[in-house]
Protein backbone atom coordinates (compact mmCIF):
# COMPACT_ATOMS: atom_id res chain seq x y z
CA UNK A 1 0.00 0.00 0.00
CA UNK A 2 1.08 3.58 -0.45
CA UNK A 3 2.36 5.51 2.27
CA UNK A 4 -0.58 8.02 3.52
CA UNK A 5 0.55 11.32 4.04
CA UNK A 6 -1.41 13.81 6.04
CA UNK A 7 -0.90 17.97 5.21
CA UNK A 8 -2.15 20.18 7.78
CA UNK A 9 -1.97 23.53 6.69
CA UNK A 10 -4.43 26.83 6.44
CA UNK A 11 -2.94 27.98 3.19
CA UNK A 12 -3.46 26.52 0.06
CA UNK A 13 -0.54 27.48 -2.00
CA UNK A 14 1.79 26.63 1.13
CA UNK A 15 0.09 23.12 1.33
CA UNK A 16 1.26 22.19 -2.65
CA UNK A 17 4.67 23.71 -2.03
CA UNK A 18 4.62 20.71 0.62
CA UNK A 19 2.86 18.83 -1.44
CA UNK A 20 5.62 18.61 -3.68
CA UNK A 21 8.07 18.25 -1.08
CA UNK A 22 6.09 14.64 0.03
CA UNK A 23 6.14 13.69 -3.38
CA UNK A 24 10.12 13.74 -3.70
CA UNK A 25 10.18 11.60 -0.14
CA UNK A 26 7.48 9.38 -1.06
CA UNK A 27 6.91 9.72 -4.72
CA UNK A 28 4.01 7.06 -4.65
CA UNK A 29 2.37 8.68 -1.86
CA UNK A 30 -1.16 9.19 -1.24
CA UNK A 31 -1.00 13.14 0.09
CA UNK A 32 -4.62 13.97 2.08
CA UNK A 33 -4.54 17.70 2.80
CA UNK A 34 -6.57 19.32 5.72
CA UNK A 35 -7.11 22.81 6.73
CA UNK A 36 -7.86 22.81 10.04
CA UNK A 37 -6.75 20.27 12.66
CA UNK A 38 -9.74 19.20 13.11
CA UNK A 39 -9.82 18.18 9.47
CA UNK A 40 -6.12 16.61 9.77
CA UNK A 41 -7.18 14.47 13.15
CA UNK A 42 -10.04 12.92 11.14
CA UNK A 43 -7.38 12.40 8.76
CA UNK A 44 -4.94 10.58 10.92
CA UNK A 45 -7.89 8.72 12.52
CA UNK A 46 -8.25 6.96 9.24
CA UNK A 47 -4.61 6.41 9.08
CA UNK A 48 -1.28 7.93 8.44
CA UNK A 49 2.38 7.15 7.79
CA UNK A 50 3.03 10.76 8.71
CA UNK A 51 1.55 14.16 9.65
CA UNK A 52 2.87 17.43 8.86
CA UNK A 53 1.45 20.05 11.03
CA UNK A 54 0.94 23.77 10.96
CA UNK A 55 1.06 25.48 14.44
CA UNK A 56 -0.82 28.49 13.25
CA UNK A 57 -4.16 27.32 12.27
CA UNK A 58 -7.22 28.76 13.54
CA UNK A 59 -8.14 25.63 15.91
CA UNK A 60 -4.70 24.66 16.96
CA UNK A 61 -3.23 25.95 20.16
CA UNK A 62 0.64 26.42 19.52
CA UNK A 63 2.53 23.60 20.88
CA UNK A 64 -0.92 22.04 22.66
CA UNK A 65 -1.65 20.35 19.21
CA UNK A 66 1.84 18.41 18.95
CA UNK A 67 1.04 17.11 22.52
CA UNK A 68 -2.26 16.04 21.44
CA UNK A 69 -1.46 14.32 18.44
CA UNK A 70 1.31 12.51 20.02
CA UNK A 71 -0.72 11.73 23.03
CA UNK A 72 -3.23 10.09 20.73
CA UNK A 73 -1.14 8.51 17.79
CA UNK A 74 2.08 7.67 18.93
CA UNK A 75 2.73 5.49 16.24
CA UNK A 76 2.46 8.31 13.37
CA UNK A 77 5.35 10.65 13.34
CA UNK A 78 4.81 14.67 13.36
CA UNK A 79 6.59 17.37 11.57
CA UNK A 80 6.05 20.84 12.73
CA UNK A 81 5.55 23.12 9.71
CA UNK A 82 5.85 26.90 11.23
CA UNK A 83 6.63 30.11 10.39
CA UNK A 84 8.30 30.28 13.58
CA UNK A 85 11.87 30.20 13.49
CA UNK A 86 13.45 30.48 16.57
CA UNK A 87 15.82 28.28 18.55
CA UNK A 88 13.74 28.16 21.79
CA UNK A 89 10.42 26.82 19.36
CA UNK A 90 12.62 23.91 17.67
CA UNK A 91 13.57 22.86 21.14
CA UNK A 92 9.93 22.77 22.71
CA UNK A 93 8.97 21.01 19.47
CA UNK A 94 11.87 18.23 19.82
CA UNK A 95 11.05 17.78 23.30
CA UNK A 96 7.41 17.59 23.04
CA UNK A 97 7.58 14.73 20.29
CA UNK A 98 7.93 16.46 16.85
CA UNK A 99 9.65 14.21 14.50
CA UNK A 100 11.12 17.53 12.39
CA UNK A 101 10.49 21.23 12.24
CA UNK A 102 10.83 22.48 9.22
CA UNK A 103 10.23 26.45 8.30
CA UNK A 104 8.33 28.25 6.60
CA UNK A 105 11.19 29.87 4.93
CA UNK A 106 13.22 26.42 3.95
CA UNK A 107 14.03 25.80 0.41
CA UNK A 108 12.15 22.62 -1.20
CA UNK A 109 15.48 21.10 -0.88
CA UNK A 110 15.39 21.31 2.89
CA UNK A 111 12.01 20.12 3.10
CA UNK A 112 12.66 17.36 1.35
CA UNK A 113 15.97 16.07 3.45
CA UNK A 114 13.37 16.85 6.44
CA UNK A 115 10.93 14.25 5.17
CA UNK A 116 13.23 11.82 4.08
CA UNK A 117 14.79 11.64 7.81
CA UNK A 118 11.74 11.18 8.85
CA UNK A 119 10.89 8.67 6.46
CA UNK A 120 13.86 6.84 7.39
CA UNK A 121 12.65 6.78 10.93
CA UNK A 122 15.10 9.56 11.92
CA UNK A 123 14.61 13.05 13.54
CA UNK A 124 15.31 16.47 11.79
CA UNK A 125 15.83 20.29 12.86
CA UNK A 126 17.54 23.44 11.78
CA UNK A 127 20.76 24.08 13.51
CA UNK A 128 20.56 26.40 16.56
CA UNK A 129 18.49 24.11 18.89
CA UNK A 130 18.06 25.46 22.33
CA UNK A 131 18.28 23.74 25.48
CA UNK A 132 15.83 21.49 26.62
CA UNK A 133 13.14 23.19 28.95
CA UNK A 134 12.39 21.72 32.65
CA UNK A 135 9.03 23.78 32.65
CA UNK A 136 7.95 21.96 29.20
CA UNK A 137 9.19 18.30 30.81
CA UNK A 138 6.46 19.18 33.36
CA UNK A 139 4.19 20.38 31.01
CA UNK A 140 4.33 17.34 28.88
CA UNK A 141 3.80 14.88 32.53
CA UNK A 142 0.03 16.29 32.68
CA UNK A 143 -2.33 14.12 31.10
CA UNK A 144 -5.37 15.13 28.45
CA UNK A 145 -7.68 15.88 30.96
CA UNK A 146 -5.23 17.33 33.13
CA UNK A 147 -4.27 20.05 30.14
CA UNK A 148 -7.45 20.26 28.96
CA UNK A 149 -8.37 21.92 32.68
CA UNK A 150 -5.32 23.93 32.71
CA UNK A 151 -6.18 25.54 29.16
CA UNK A 152 -9.46 26.76 31.26
CA UNK A 153 -7.38 27.69 34.02
CA UNK A 154 -5.25 29.91 31.82
CA UNK A 155 -8.58 31.09 29.79
CA UNK A 156 -9.60 32.52 33.39
CA UNK A 157 -12.39 29.75 33.95
CA UNK A 158 -12.98 29.13 37.63
CA UNK A 159 -13.60 25.38 39.09
CA UNK A 160 -17.42 25.54 38.65
CA UNK A 161 -17.26 26.86 35.22
CA UNK A 162 -14.33 23.92 33.97
CA UNK A 163 -16.73 21.67 35.82
CA UNK A 164 -19.57 22.67 33.59
CA UNK A 165 -17.46 23.02 30.17
CA UNK A 166 -16.18 20.02 30.40
CA UNK A 167 -18.84 18.11 32.09
CA UNK A 168 -17.54 16.37 35.55
CA UNK A 169 -17.47 17.29 38.96
CA UNK A 170 -16.21 20.16 40.90
CA UNK A 171 -14.77 17.79 43.35
CA UNK A 172 -12.85 16.16 40.14
CA UNK A 173 -11.77 19.49 39.25
CA UNK A 174 -10.12 20.19 42.21
CA UNK A 175 -8.57 17.06 42.60
CA UNK A 176 -7.03 17.67 38.71
CA UNK A 177 -5.68 20.89 39.92
CA UNK A 178 -3.84 19.50 42.83
CA UNK A 179 -2.05 17.01 40.36
CA UNK A 180 -1.43 19.87 37.88
CA UNK A 181 0.11 22.16 41.15
CA UNK A 182 2.03 19.08 42.01
CA UNK A 183 3.19 17.84 38.82
CA UNK A 184 4.19 21.64 37.54
CA UNK A 185 5.48 22.28 41.45
CA UNK A 186 3.87 25.47 40.99
CA UNK A 187 1.51 26.87 44.52
CA UNK A 188 -1.05 29.19 42.35
CA UNK A 189 -3.48 28.86 39.51
CA UNK A 190 -0.91 31.67 38.18
CA UNK A 191 1.60 30.17 37.90
CA UNK A 192 0.41 27.21 36.44
CA UNK A 193 -0.71 29.41 33.69
CA UNK A 194 2.43 31.40 33.49
CA UNK A 195 4.00 28.01 32.95
CA UNK A 196 1.59 26.61 30.36
CA UNK A 197 2.18 29.93 28.40
CA UNK A 198 5.20 28.31 27.16
CA UNK A 199 3.14 25.84 24.72
CA UNK A 200 2.26 29.60 23.13
CA UNK A 201 4.98 29.65 19.88
CA UNK A 202 4.52 33.48 19.48
CA UNK A 203 5.30 33.46 23.19
CA UNK A 204 8.06 31.31 22.88
CA UNK A 205 9.42 33.90 19.81
CA UNK A 206 9.38 37.10 21.81
CA UNK A 207 10.93 35.31 24.86
CA UNK A 208 14.20 34.77 22.38
CA UNK A 209 14.68 38.07 21.61
CA UNK A 210 16.45 39.89 19.10
CA UNK A 211 18.99 37.68 17.23
Excluded at 27 to 41: F, H, L, M
Excluded at 96 to 104: E, M, T
Aim: charged share 25%.
Amino acid sequence: MPSRIVIADDHPLFRTALGHAVGAAWPDAEKIEASSAAEARAAVEVGADCLLLDLHMEDSHGLSALMDFRQDFPAVPVVIVSASETPHVYSAAAQLGASAFIPKSASLDNMREALVAVRDGDSWFPEGEGEVDEDLARIASLTPAQRRILDQMRAGLLNKQIAYELDISEATVKAHITAIFRKLNVISRTQAAMLSAKLDVDQLDANAGPG
